[in-house]
């Protein structure tokens, strides 16, 4: 499976941004895919996930009720809703998948896309 995101940038604080992950191939419904982000010097971050097959969502507390995942069937992806940014969300982005259904943990994510930058400035 490839992963290839697309969408970040650089937003003033409140402002909104979307990011979009498109898979190579159709995911299986047992797999998830998720949102994880990193700055430099710490470990990657979960931000967001969703079960392909049931569409069930998950957020760390950071972001619930700002961010929304979502996928598109036809499109074989996942986007990030990001409302009300803030500069504390500044990161490197990175979508990633695996078949298994685990959720939280990067470690449990085999297939990574490349990362995208978002910036938030105050």
């Known amino acids: 499976v490839q992963l290839q995101a697309s969408g970040g940038g650089l937003v003033q604080a409140g402002d909104s941004l979307k990011l979009s992950c498109a898979a190579s191939g159709r995911p299986f419904s047992s797999s998830v895919l998720g949102w994880f982000r990193q700055i430099p010097g710490k470990e990657r971050e979960f931000v967001a996930a969703?079960?392909?097959?049931?569409?069930?969502?998950y957020y760390a507390d950071s972001v619930k009720g700002r961010f929304t995942i979502s996928k598109d069937n036809a499109k074989n992806s996942v986007n990030l809703q990001m409302n009300s940014l803030k500069p504390e969300d500044t990161a490197v982005y990175y979508c990633?998948?695996?078949?298994?259904?685990?959720?939280?943990?990067?470690?449990?994510?085999?297939?990574w896309g490349q990362g995208t930058q978002v910036t938030v400035s105050s």
């Open positions: 969703i079960r392909w097959g049931s569409r069930n969502t």
């Open positions: 990633a998948y695996n078949w298994h259904g685990s959720i939280w943990q990067a470690l449990e994510y085999s297939y």
